[in-house]
């Protein structure tokens, strides 16, 4: 069975301090990869996704960064957080073709800038 | 723009009925999801539509029109455990998930 791996499920950075988050799948070939950011009370604001290794889109413009360097590794980064960085960060996974399927998410990392 | 409604808090007593709306204004339809999120946890999924109509799956069931850009999630003889937050989904014409802000329901013994 497929699974997904997150970590760390907290963190407390201070501002200008860089953001390594990093995600795992395991159980499945060539998976989509997301990376989300959930503000307290908002949706989910999709960040980053990947087709493939080395494949990156990214849907907001920021002081954040993606990566993939194997094909179910994918990170987060950032080199300095602002204070607004802060919030609930999902990874998730999705089968290709995903048009009619769902996508499976990480446990999230809790990310706090103070 | 694009934009999914929903309400932002419910309140049920356990054993009963409820019913969370979303509505949707989307640059394309590609199917509508509805996940469960339970606080400082991840999403989980609970169902998908792409026709109209009604799919059950045991306590929960979700509804669609198309033609109204409307869906409803509806959990039947609730229990505790159903305190969390729906989120609903939209696929686009992209493919692209478009996230609804979710509506927390509190359940009530």
């Known amino acids: 069975s497929q699974t997904i791996h997150q970590w760390p499920a907290t963190l407390v950075q201070p501002v200008g301090s860089p953001l390594s988050l990093e995600c795992t799948v395991e159980g499945t070939s060539n998976p989509n990869l997301y990376w989300y950011r959930q503000a307290a009370g908002r949706g989910l604001q999709l960040l980053f996704y990947?087709?493939?290794?080395?494949?990156i889109s990214s849907e907001v413009p920021q002081n954040l960064s993606a990566s993939r360097p194997q094909d179910r590794q994918f990170i987060l980064s950032s080199k300095k957080l602002l204070l607004s960085d802060s919030g609930f960060y999902l990874c998730?996974?999705?089968?290709?073709?995903?048009?009619?399927?769902?996508?499976?998410f990480g446990q999230g990392t809790r990310l706090t800038v103070v | 723009g694009q934009n999914i409604d929903q309400p932002t808090e419910m309140t049920a007593t356990e054993g009963a009925i409820v019913q969370i709306n979303c509505t949707y204004q989307?640059?394309?339809?590609?199917?509508l999801f509805w996940y469960q999120q339970h606080a400082g946890e991840a999403p989980t999924f609970l169902s998908y539509n792409v026709l109209d109509g009604l799919e059950e799956k045991g306590r929960f069931s979700s509804f669609l029109s198309r033609s109204k850009g409307y869906s409803y999630l509806l959990l039947k003889e609730l229990q505790m455990k159903d305190s969390a937050s729906y989120l609903c989904a939209v696929r686009d014409s992209n493919y692209q998930l478009i996230w609804g802000a979710g509506t927390k329901l509190i359940i009530k013994p």
């Open positions: 990947s087709v493939g290794i080395g494949q």
């Open positions: 998730a996974w999705s089968v290709v073709p995903d048009r009619d399927t769902e996508a499976f």
């Open positions: 989307t640059s394309g339809f590609n199917g």
